[in-house]
């Protein structure tokens, strides 16, 4: 079973247009953790923001922030006023339970296009 | 300035050969891991080591081999038995412990294409 669901292939937004990217998962731990990661056509991958599973409010870095929604088990990023910059490949990873080296699992990734 | 570096950026592999894939990291952190992405595909975990001299196989282990003689290093091979190594591969590095918001950060990959 996919334990990480991206249903967004593409997405394209107008430049300063907030964005909300989609990801659902599914696990039987209590303890996860939740991290958003942008690749950008260079291929390296760039951490955005990570939501605990037990953290009672949302996630914010900047202009990033994590809607939570732990009984529907998602985790959507939001990104306001986007940018140019932001066009990008995003990716939603999960990591279970507390173990010593992480195995995060990932989602098949959205392309976000930002249009001028 | 603490980060990972992989090298080369693009390498070419002929049929039957094996090729060698370097990581390096100065974050000194414990762990360490191997992705392999294909073309529009999310990543997938290949190998990973919390310690030296100690590592694990991932999800698709299967025609790759790695080694973990220093902290700072886990070089990644391809064997000639992994049949379809066309693929960009990352490596990451992060903390080791027992708390699940350890970060893992990257490094810019290398593109493997197949001769």
Known sequence: AQKITQTQPGMFVQEKEAVTLDCTYDTSDQSYGLFWYKQPSSGEMIFLIYQGSYDEQNATEGRYSLNFQKARKSANLVISASQLGDSAMYFCAMREGNQGAQKLVFGQGTRLTINP | ?115
């Open chain 2, 1 to 115: 300035d603490g980060g990972i570096t992989q090298s080369p950026k693009y390498l070419f592999r002929k049929e039957g050969q094996n090729v060698t894939l370097s990581c390096e990291q100065n974050l000194n952190h414990d762990a360490m891991y191997w992705y392999r992405q294909d073309p529009g595909q999310g990543l997938r975990l290949i190998y990973y080591s919390q310690i030296v001299n100690d590592f694990q196989k991932g999800d698709i282990a299967e025609g790759y081999s790695v080694s973990r003689e220093k902290k700072e290093s886990f070089p990644l091979t391809v064997t000639s038995a992994q049949k379809n190594p066309t693929a960009f591969y990352l490596c990451a590095s992060s903390r080791w412990g027992m708390r699940v918001q350890e970060t893992q950060y990257f490094g810019p990959g290398t593109r493997l294409l197949v001769l």
